[in-house]
């Protein structure tokens, strides 16, 4: 297990983390996903830090709570050192009535995290996100509202998930201006057969500094080819969770590159397209969550497959993102300025 720093901090983290998401819920949705109950979460987060993880990721929406319960719960049955692990939750969803119980305004955003510190069960969180980019909140509230939380102790570091480029741009320029905390992280959908952040997200993240976590990295399991020829019974893509936009054609295509490179590697095509995103620059760490203990150590395998450039350039080829305005035209206008970057060697031709 490696560890990367996360953005602009000096905390590391492993480049696998553990997501809950499978932790707690009883019906609906939160069943699908895994309804796990306290042994199963705890056998689940002893076999993660077991195989290197220091990174855990919830989020107070995760089963109406129970995840974050559950999760502060297997710390302490563990037996797990404060700081051996990072703690990284999300505050933003709707977790009651009140119209203000909800988005990312100042007075809730205090309020969700001390919630979360209660079902967590600590003293402060590591890494505390916004969830979701509020509408109807300033930009400059939202920033002001997590540096808020870092002053106070609660939290150590703040980041935000599924914010566009632009949106996470103008958090960054607004912290600094003001010399409140800036956001070290985004986390956000990425997959082989999805790469749409690379168009704006990535380039924003290496100009700025800022990290990537990387939540459903196997498209809720279309990666593992598993649902190929069967409809999923069990699951994200079972349940009401929004269907993740896969574009068939270049899952098809992803599909057979991958069974081709784990054939040749001798694993899964889960832990080869995990390997993938290890080998992306821009990736910070990829949050895996599993129901078994057999699946968990399935996406562990992830780091110790080395892929070759070959490798990288059939798996690119097969899920290459379409030509998109002003992309195509930037890598047009710019090829000779970028040329000048890497000039030949003195005494070349």
């Known amino acids: 297990m490696r560890y990367n720093l996360l953005g602009r901090t000096g905390l590391f983290v492993s480049e696998l983390a ?15 996903m895994g309804g796990l109950d306290q042994a199963a979460a705890d056998a689940l987060v002893g076999q993660a830090v077991d195989a290197g993880v220091n990174l855990i990721d919830t989020a107070d929406v995760y089963a109406g709570g129970m995840s974050e319960e559950i999760t502060g719960a297997a710390i302490r049955n563990l037996g797990l050192a404060r700081e051996e692990i990072v703690v990284a939750t999300k505050g933003f969803g709707q977790m009651g009535g009140p119209v203000n119980a ?61 914010w566009a480029a632009w949106q996470v741009a103008k958090a960054v320029g607004v912290a600094e201006r003001w010399g409140l905390a800036r956001p070290a992280s985004v986390q956000a959908f990425y997959t082989l057969a999805t790469r749409d952040l690379e168009r704006d997200l990535v380039p924003m993240m290496k ?7 990387v939540w459903s990295p196997l498209a809720g399991g279309l990666l593992t080819g598993k649902y190929a020829d069967a409809k ?36 899964t095509k889960a832990a080869v397209a995990l390997a993938w995103l290890l080998h ?34 059939a798996l690119g080829q097969a899920s290459a993102l379409p030509p998109e305005y ?22 070349s031709d």
């Open 280 to 313: 992306q620059p821009a990736v910070t760490s990829v949050i895996v969550g599993a129901k078994r203990p057999d699946q968990l150590a399935d996406n562990f395998k992830a780091t110790s497959v080395v892929l070759t450039a070959d490798d990288l350039k």
């Open 18 to 32: 553990l997501g809950t998401m499978t932790f707690g819920g009883s019906d609906g949705m939160w069943a699908a």
């Open 207 to 213: 100009s700025e500094d800022v990290g990537l976590l």
């Open 102 to 162: 909800r988005g990312a305004s100042l007075r809730h955003l205090i309020a969700a995290c001390d919630a979360s510190l209660k079902r967590l069960g600590l003293d402060h969180i590591d890494l505390y996100q916004i969830h979701g980019f509020d509408a109807a909140t300033p930009i400059e509230e939202q920033v002001r509202a997590l540096d808020a939380l870092v002053a106070s102790g609660r939290v150590r570091y703040v980041g935000v998930s599924n």
């Open 232 to 267: 999923p019974d069990d699951g994200r893509l079972s349940s009401d969770f929004p269907k993740l936009p896969v574009p068939a054609d270049r899952l098809t295509a992803v599909l057979a590159v991958l069974a081709m490179i784990a054939e040749q590697y001798a694993t």
């Open 326 to 347: 002003p992309a195509w035209m930037i890598a047009t206008q710019g090829a000779g300025r970028r040329a000048q970057l890497a000039p030949p060697p003195r005494g």
